[in-house]
C-alpha cells in the first residue's frame, strides 16, 4: 500500500533508533535503579500526549509498579502558569521514584511544573520530547525553561515543528500527527532495555500479563496486591 503514513512513521522510528540509543538506555537505568530501591514508575501526559503516559503504565506487558498522573482537566489548563503545582499537591511521589513526562512540545507550564515539583522531592525525572521543535519555542513557563532542559534524561522523538507531518496538494495545514507511535516505540524500547537489566541484576522485573489470557488476571491480582498501597494513590 502507497501511504505517507508508512513512510514517515518508518523515516522517524529510524531516526530514533540511529540517535536515542544512549537516552533510552539512561531512562532504562532509571527504572531499573527505582525497582531496586523499592520506588515505582509515574508517567505524565497532558491532552493527547496522556497515550503516551497510559502506553508506560497499567498495560499488558508493561510494569506493575506504576501509575499515570491524571490530568483531571484533560489538557484544558496546561498552559496557565500554577495549575501543575496545585494538581502535585494531591500527587505522591518518593525520591526512589521515577517519573516520564510526555509533552511534544515541551513548552506549557502543566509539564515543566509536575517536572520540577518530581525533581524536588527527588525523584528522576525522563521527557519525551521534541526536542528540535521546543528549540524553537518560547516557554510558557516563569522560569523561561522548556521540558528538555528541566529533565535528568531526554529522549527525543524526531518528530518535526508542529506535530503532523504529511503535506498534500489543496491543504494549507499539515496533517497526520506523528509524536503517539514514536512515542509509544520510545517507550516500549525502554521497557525492553530496563528488564533486561534487572534480570542482569538478578531481580525478576514484575509485569501484566493480558487479562484476556487465561489465568492473567489471577496473575495480574497478586501482584497488585504487593503494590496496592503505591499505584491506587494520585
Known sequence: MDNEVFEMAYKLIGKLQETQGENILAAARCIADTFEH???IQAFGSGHSYAGAIELCGRAGGYVPS???????????ESIQGVGEILMKKVEILKEDVVFIISNSGRNPLPIEIALQAKQRGAKVVALTSVSASSKLSSKHQSGKRLFEVADVVIDNQVPDGDASIQLEGLDTAICGMSSIVTSVALQAVVLESAKMLLARGITPPFFKSQNIDGGEEYNDALLKKYFNRINHM
Not at 67 to 77: E, N, Q, R, T
Open 67 to 77: 501509575k499515570v498522573i491524571k490530568d483531571p482537566a484533560g489538557g484544558m489548563y
Open 38 to 40: 523499592g520506588g515505582i
